[in-house]
């Protein structure tokens, strides 16, 4: 079965509301007439999200959040819910990503918990896993992508499983200028499709994986080439329409 391919860009903590606006008219002209097969999907802020909607309106770009709590509402100061991301119309919503699990100490049961929310809405969730430079240099990245496939994913029957998107970010390639190589990238990609056959059968084919980690608009290519590397998640390059979009017409 042939996976979607997927270029998304986290902004994370940058752009105001009119930068966000401003961003996404300049990437979306760069986008008219380009021949691509990627879905094009964007995290802007949190309180940017209304205006990235509708900016995003009438173009393929798609919107999603960072950060999504497991509760509907409650007394969790500055946290959003599903009611409210689904309200505002974004489609898509970031799970566990690196920053969230190193900075501000979110667990795998955390994850497991947001993802099963998430799964019951109309949401698609991008859950965020990989290892950091430690546990890379002692050889524990299988131990640790495995711990938080079968956690992070636990609970999740086969029925749904086909909605989920993952994103395979190495702690130690984000925000460094480090990359994996795309050999390097598509082993562990490898791995992580191996534990979905174990865990969803042939669903797992169904299933995109991301690669994230210092993509870049000279890299992007050959990584993306990868078998098993179905698009990417962009940071840094992700704040420029031009790089941003180089990066998407580089996808296969």
Known sequence: MSRRTIVAGNWKMNKTVVETRRLLIELSNKLVGMTTRAHVLVFPTAVSLETAVDAARGTPIAVGAQNVHWEDSGAFTGEVSVPMLEAVGVTHVLIGHSERRSLFGETDEEVRRKLLRVLGSDLTPVVCLGETL???????????????????????????????????????????????????????????????????????????????????????????????????????????????????????
Do not use: C
């Open 134 to 252: 430690e546990q890379r240099e002692v050889g524990e990245t299988e131990d640790v992508v495995t711990r938080q496939l079968d956690i992070g994913l636990g609970g999740v029957g086969v029925e749904r499983a086909g909605r989920i998107v993952l994103a395979y970010e190495p702690i130690w390639a984000i925000g460094t200028g480090k990359t994996a190589s795309p050999e390097m990238a598509n082993d562990v990609h490898r791995l992580i499709r191996r534990r979905l056959d174990g865990m969803f059968g042939s669903v797992a084919a169904e299933i995109p994986v991301l690669y994230g980690g210092s993509v870049k608009p000279d890299n992007a290519a050959a990584l993306m080439s990868e078998s098993d590397v179905d698009g990417a998640l962009v940071g840094g390059a992700s704040l420029d329409a031009a790089s941003f979009a180089k990066i998407v017409g580089s996808a296969p």
